[in-house]
Protein backbone atom coordinates (compact mmCIF):
# COMPACT_ATOMS: atom_id res chain seq x y z
CA UNK A 1 0.00 0.00 0.00
CA UNK A 2 2.59 2.49 0.68
CA UNK A 3 4.72 1.70 -2.27
CA UNK A 4 1.33 2.24 -4.60
CA UNK A 5 0.56 5.81 -2.22
CA UNK A 6 4.16 7.24 -2.75
CA UNK A 7 4.04 6.48 -6.75
CA UNK A 8 0.70 8.01 -6.92
CA UNK A 9 2.16 11.32 -5.39
CA UNK A 10 5.15 11.20 -7.59
CA UNK A 11 3.18 10.87 -10.85
CA UNK A 12 0.62 13.45 -9.47
CA UNK A 13 3.86 15.61 -8.97
CA UNK A 14 5.70 15.18 -12.68
CA UNK A 15 2.42 15.79 -14.27
CA UNK A 16 1.87 18.66 -12.83
CA UNK A 17 5.12 19.87 -13.23
CA UNK A 18 5.14 19.09 -17.02
CA UNK A 19 2.40 21.16 -17.65
CA UNK A 20 3.54 23.95 -15.82
CA UNK A 21 7.09 24.05 -17.44
CA UNK A 22 5.43 23.76 -20.68
CA UNK A 23 3.50 27.03 -20.04
CA UNK A 24 6.28 28.92 -18.65
CA UNK A 25 9.25 28.29 -21.24
CA UNK A 26 6.73 29.25 -23.97
CA UNK A 27 5.40 32.17 -22.19
CA UNK A 28 8.82 34.70 -21.51
CA UNK A 29 6.89 36.84 -18.83
CA UNK A 30 6.81 33.63 -16.50
CA UNK A 31 10.22 32.60 -16.79
CA UNK A 32 12.52 34.39 -14.19
CA UNK A 33 9.81 34.02 -11.48
CA UNK A 34 9.45 30.17 -11.59
CA UNK A 35 13.04 28.82 -10.05
CA UNK A 36 11.64 30.84 -7.30
CA UNK A 37 8.09 29.34 -7.00
CA UNK A 38 9.46 25.61 -6.80
CA UNK A 39 11.97 27.04 -3.87
CA UNK A 40 8.91 28.45 -2.22
CA UNK A 41 7.32 25.38 -2.60
CA UNK A 42 10.04 23.14 -1.50
CA UNK A 43 10.34 25.60 2.05
CA UNK A 44 6.81 24.59 2.45
CA UNK A 45 6.84 21.24 1.99
CA UNK A 46 10.30 21.14 4.80
CA UNK A 47 7.82 22.79 7.11
CA UNK A 48 5.31 20.32 6.93
CA UNK A 49 8.18 17.12 7.11
CA UNK A 50 8.63 19.06 10.10
CA UNK A 51 5.65 18.69 11.59
CA UNK A 52 4.91 15.79 10.97
CA UNK A 53 7.93 14.68 12.46
CA UNK A 54 6.48 15.78 15.59
CA UNK A 55 3.65 13.85 15.12
CA UNK A 56 5.36 10.55 14.04
CA UNK A 57 3.52 9.62 11.21
CA UNK A 58 5.87 7.67 8.95
CA UNK A 59 3.38 7.20 5.67
CA UNK A 60 2.88 10.52 5.53
CA UNK A 61 6.25 11.72 6.45
CA UNK A 62 7.49 8.96 3.41
CA UNK A 63 5.44 10.64 1.16
CA UNK A 64 6.39 14.28 1.83
CA UNK A 65 10.30 13.02 1.42
CA UNK A 66 8.78 11.38 -2.10
CA UNK A 67 7.69 14.64 -2.73
CA UNK A 68 10.93 16.93 -1.95
CA UNK A 69 12.82 14.19 -3.89
CA UNK A 70 10.66 15.08 -6.83
CA UNK A 71 10.93 18.82 -6.50
CA UNK A 72 14.22 19.26 -6.50
CA UNK A 73 14.65 16.80 -9.26
CA UNK A 74 12.15 19.06 -11.15
CA UNK A 75 13.94 22.12 -9.79
CA UNK A 76 17.25 20.87 -11.41
CA UNK A 77 16.04 20.04 -14.89
CA UNK A 78 13.79 23.61 -15.27
CA UNK A 79 17.39 25.01 -14.26
CA UNK A 80 18.48 23.02 -17.08
CA UNK A 81 16.02 23.90 -19.90
CA UNK A 82 16.42 27.56 -18.77
CA UNK A 83 19.84 27.95 -18.59
CA UNK A 84 19.68 25.77 -22.46
CA UNK A 85 17.35 28.34 -23.50
CA UNK A 86 14.93 25.83 -24.13
CA UNK A 87 11.66 27.53 -24.80
CA UNK A 88 9.62 25.54 -27.65
CA UNK A 89 8.10 21.88 -26.46
CA UNK A 90 9.67 20.43 -30.49
CA UNK A 91 12.96 21.63 -29.12
CA UNK A 92 15.40 18.44 -28.55
CA UNK A 93 16.80 18.98 -25.33
CA UNK A 94 12.82 19.27 -23.98
CA UNK A 95 12.08 16.16 -25.81
CA UNK A 96 15.37 13.99 -24.33
CA UNK A 97 14.81 15.06 -21.03
CA UNK A 98 13.06 12.28 -18.75
CA UNK A 99 9.22 12.77 -17.18
CA UNK A 100 9.01 9.22 -15.69
CA UNK A 101 9.64 9.11 -12.06
Known sequence: MLQTVNQVVLV???IQWAESIEEVLT???????YLLVIEE??????????????????IKMLKMINTITNEIKNRELTKYL???????????LWQAIPRSV
Open 12 to 14: IST
Open 27 to 33: ESNKRDG
Open 41 to 58: SLDLIRLMVENTKKQRDR
Open 82 to 92: LQNKVYEMQDF
